[in-house]
Nanobody
């Protein structure tokens, strides 16, 4: 079973940047497609960005395309670089691991505990 821990959330002004990290517990990390999701108060968890096992394919929600960048390395680390942040990006951000690269929440088997990102206007 993969355990995931997110780091890097915080408070930032609109237009600013934050970088999130997600560390996996085991070396089978590279067997999984990975994704970032977020959940704002009163809303459902939504897809933000995804990356394939071999890092060759990345895909994004329209709302973050051109502003966020997902990446991963071979040391069980997943990243999300967030630029030009907007107040509507405020949410708890979660990393997930699954067997298929997808935007679908239900296809991710393992989740971190989440990290809060707050963007002030």
């Amino acid at each position: 079973q993969v355990q995931l821990v997110e780091f890097g959330g915080g408070l930032v002004m609109a237009g600013g940047s934050l970088s999130l990290s997600c560390i996996a517990s085991e070396r089978t990390f590279m067997r999984y497609a990975m994704g970032w999701f977020r959940q704002a108060p009163g809303k459902e968890r939504e897809f933000v960005a995804g990356i394939s096992r071999d890092s060759m394919t990345t895909f994004y929600a329209d709302s973050v395309k051109g502003r966020f960048t997902i990446s991963r390395d071979t040391n069980e680390n997943l990243y999300l670089q967030m630029n030009s942040l907007k107040p509507e990006d405020t949410a708890v951000y979660y990393c997930g691991a699954g067997s298929h690269q997808t935007t679908r929440l239900s296809n991710y088997d393992y989740w971190g505990q989440g990290t809060q990102v707050t963007v002030s206007s």
